[in-house]
């Protein structure tokens, strides 16, 4: 059987060096272009930390090998590798506070994944 | 907070309207300096100088940039944060200097500026050994999150309307962004002329209004130590010009500080122009 981890290393290894991942939300999750990519989701921490309701209201479930700290709920952006259509590996999450709107990011969100993916 | 015709201060006049005139060698770059972009933007600066740089045909003195510090490295003369926002990373360099021993409000804000935390950069580029650093001016840890939604909107927004104006320099500053007009009316607008003449509530091209050009004047030109001037010192001198009221002066800092024009500094009450 294939052994993804190795892969999700060396891909948590790129973000680390690059700085880059793709910042995206629940929809554009299930796209195949982000088969095994680091990725960026902004959304409410579910199931102790377990599940991430992202910013346009999809539940993605957090497969975390206790190799991240990730907090127990509120909002936060999760950056990890993706899994699958709706799960994703942690590298690194961010509480983003109470009074986060979690609409106008997601809209932000389109924006940096349509007209104005060039700046980002 | 936004208005169409400035592009809420971000936005550079891309016709060159300067003679290059001698006056020009302090700030001999585009109008308005400060812009906010993405560290992939910073990336594909083009320096002409060690001072004088652009992104995507535009010049700028000051970059505001918002990302995550990922390390840390601290010697004696400088602290190195390893910055990434997503869309790349980038080193940003506070050199450190005895005077900032005698700065509370500095230490604490640095002190914040740790691995892990998302921070707001304020600084110019510089090219080191081929890659792109920003010196910072200024680096204050994100409170409120939605900053960093607000900061890659004005990002798009700032560079949107920049391109729209390269097509199309509007005759006067009117241009609503978009070219649809609707939505709210603008303000009445009015270039970035004699403060006397205009309407210092209205909205220049530049994106200020006539007081916040006229306070962040008065900063740049007297609050030229480190500390910058005590607000009271600049309340005093700016109504003694007896053009603007107290209460618009502090509306107008307020502003001006939340668009990183000005910066704290000894504390909450000294400020200093991020301009000259």
């Given at each position: 059987?294939?052994?993804?981890?190795?892969?999700?290393?060396?891909?948590?290894?790129?973000?680390?060096?690059?700085?880059?991942?793709?910042?995206?939300?629940?929809?554009?999750?299930?796209?195949?272009?982000?088969?095994?990519?680091?990725?960026?989701?902004?959304?409410?921490?579910?199931?102790?930390?377990?599940?991430?309701?992202?910013?346009?209201?999809?539940?993605?479930?957090?497969?975390?090998?206790?190799?991240?700290?990730?907090?127990?709920?509120?909002?936060?952006?999760?950056?990890?590798?993706?899994?699958?259509?709706?799960?994703?590996?942690?590298?690194?999450?961010?509480?983003?506070?109470?009074?986060?709107?979690?609409?106008?990011?997601?809209?932000?969100?389109?924006?940096?994944?349509?007209?104005?993916?060039?700046?980002? | 907070?936004?208005?169409?015709?400035?592009?809420?201060?971000?936005?550079?006049?891309?016709?060159?309207?300067?003679?290059?005139?001698?006056?020009?060698?302090?700030?001999?770059?585009?109008?308005?300096?400060?812009?906010?972009?993405?560290?992939?933007?910073?990336?594909?600066?083009?320096?002409?100088?060690?001072?004088?740089?652009?992104?995507?045909?535009?010049?700028?003195?000051?970059?505001?940039?918002?990302?995550?510090?990922?390390?840390?490295?601290?010697?004696?003369?400088?602290?190195?944060?390893?910055?990434?926002?997503?869309?790349?990373?980038?080193?940003?360099?506070?050199?450190?200097?005895?005077?900032?021993?005698?700065?509370?409000?500095?230490?604490?804000?640095?002190?914040?500026?740790?691995?892990?935390?998302?921070?707001?950069?304020?600084?110019?580029?510089?090219?080191?050994?081929?890659?792109?650093?920003?010196?910072?001016?200024?680096?204050?840890?994100?409170?409120?999150?939605?900053e960093i939604t607000t900061h890659f909107l004005e990002v798009i927004?700032?560079?949107?309307?920049?391109?729209?104006?390269?097509?199309?320099?509007?005759?006067?500053?009117?241009?609503?962004?978009?070219?649809?007009?609707?939505?709210?009316?603008?303000?009445?607008?009015?270039?970035?002329?004699?403060?006397?003449?205009?309407?210092?509530?209205?909205?220049?091209s530049d994106g200020m209004t006539g007081i916040q050009r006229g306070?962040?004047?008065?900063?740049?030109?007297?609050?030229?130590?480190?500390?910058?001037?005590?607000?009271?010192?600049?309340?005093?001198?700016?109504?003694?010009?007896?053009?603007?009221?107290?209460?618009?002066?502090?509306?107008?800092?307020?502003?001006?500080?939340?668009?990183?024009?000005?910066?704290?500094?000894?504390?909450?009450?000294?400020?200093?122009?991020?301009?000259?």
């Open positions: 059987t294939f052994d993804g981890s190795a892969l999700d290393e060396k891909m948590a290894g790129a973000f680390v060096e690059t700085g880059v991942c793709a910042k995206i939300n629940g929809r554009l999750l299930q796209e195949a272009r982000f088969e095994g990519a680091a990725v960026s989701l902004v959304g409410e921490l579910r199931d102790n930390g377990d599940t991430l309701q992202t910013s346009d209201g999809v539940e993605v479930r957090l497969v975390n090998d206790g190799s991240c700290e990730v907090p127990a709920g509120g909002i936060a952006e999760v950056v990890g590798v993706r899994q699958s259509s709706s799960s994703v590996k942690p590298i690194r999450a961010t509480s983003f506070g109470e009074d986060f709107h979690l609409k106008n990011y997601d809209g932000l969100v389109e924006l940096m994944n349509g007209k104005y993916a060039d700046k980002f | 907070m936004y208005d169409d015709t400035g592009g809420g201060g971000f936005v550079s006049q891309p016709a060159a309207t300067q003679g290059g005139g001698s006056d020009d060698k302090k700030k001999g770059r585009g109008q308005q300096a400060l812009v906010p972009v993405t560290i992939k933007m910073a990336r594909t600066a083009t320096f002409e100088s060690e001072d004088r740089w652009s992104i995507g045909g535009r010049e700028m003195s000051m970059v505001r940039i918002v990302g995550n510090i990922q390390r840390a490295e601290t010697n004696a003369t400088r602290i190195t944060l390893h910055v990434e926002d997503g869309t790349g990373s980038l080193e940003a360099t506070i050199w450190t200097s005895q005077n900032d021993e005698d700065l509370p409000t500095v230490a604490e804000r640095r002190s914040k500026c740790v691995a892990g935390a998302y921070v707001v950069f304020h600084g110019s580029l510089r090219e080191f050994n081929g890659k792109t650093t920003l010196r910072v001016v200024d680096a204050r840890p994100v409170e409120d999150f939605n927004y700032a560079d949107a309307l920049y391109q729209q104006r390269l097509r199309d320099p509007p005759a006067d500053a009117t241009t609503p962004f978009g070219g649809g007009g609707g939505g709210a009316a603008p303000s009445a607008s009015a270039g970035p002329m004699d403060v006397d003449n205009a309407d210092p509530t209205a909205v220049g306070v962040l004047k008065f900063y740049t030109e007297y609050g030229t130590g480190d500390e910058g001037l005590h607000i009271s010192k600049a309340i005093e001198g700016l109504v003694g010009q007896g053009k603007f009221s107290e209460s618009q002066i502090r509306d107008a800092i307020d502003s001006l500080l939340a668009d990183g024009f000005l910066y704290t500094t000894l504390d909450e009450d000294h400020c200093k122009s991020t301009e000259g």
